[in-house]
């Protein structure tokens, strides 16, 4: 009978809990049991599970490309699914914490992943994904207030601690860069300034005849 493969483990500080419970109580007293912030960070927490709402986003965006659109698109879904993979697999099995516990219904129906709980899959995901759609684009502080709120609701439903998802909020930023950097593509144009630029070279080739 073959060995089962093992994968070595890191344990979380314990100097992270008082700070995790810090945040966890401010939560409790301030956002948590409002029926309008309950329904914005669960219903943030459904649409980032795995990475959802960043390949709709990464959609809407080649349609708003037009142009120059297939080679960003599949940066995203491809990025977006191996960034999975790594984080959901070896990530998470070399840190094999301990979700925080619940207590009592939820407003709303949520999955509850069986995986560790740090990383932040949800967190690394957002901030992955708006990493990879913001070259040029008029949007990306967008994308980086839903990466922020899908962050925040991993810790507002009680399925991350607080540290979990500033981990994931770092890997997240991390691997994003190092995509970016590795595999670039065109800038997002908008068809104004593509048509701006389109006739200021029409223009500057009239000039110079």
Do not use: C
Not at 1 to 17: K, N, Q, V, W
Not at 132 to 149: F, I, S, T
Request: charged share 20%; net charge positive; proline share 8%.
């Amino acid at each position: 009978m073959s060995p089962r493969l093992t994968f070595p483990t890191l344990p979380i500080p314990t100097a992270f809990e008082p700070f995790d419970l810090k945040v966890d109580a401010w939560f409790e007293a301030h956002l948590r049991h409002r029926r309008l912030v309950d329904m914005v960070m669960y219903s943030a927490s459904a649409v980032g599970d795995h990475g959802i709402v960043w390949l709709g986003l990464a959609l809407v965006q080649s349609r708003r490309r037009r142009k120059d659109w297939t080679a960003p698109l599949l940066r995203a879904v491809v990025g977006l699914g191996i960034e999975s993979a790594v984080v959901n697999g070896p990530v998470k099995w070399v840190f094999r914490r301990t979700r925080p516990q619940h207590s009592g219904p939820r407003p709303l129906h949520l999955r509850t992943p069986r995986t560790s709980s740090f990383p932040s899959g949800h967190a690394t995901a957002a901030f992955f994904g708006a990493a990879l759609l913001r070259d040029g684009d008029p949007w990306w502080p967008g994308y980086y207030a839903l990466a922020a709120v899908v962050a925040a609701s991993r810790v507002h439903v009680k399925i991350h601690h607080a540290s979990d998802v500033i981990g994931g909020v770092a890997l997240g930023i991390l691997l994003g860069e190092m995509v970016r950097r590795h595999v670039p593509v065109a800038p997002f144009h908008s068809d104004a300034a593509r048509m701006t630029a389109d006739a200021d070279a029409e223009w500057s080739d009239s000039a110079l005849r």
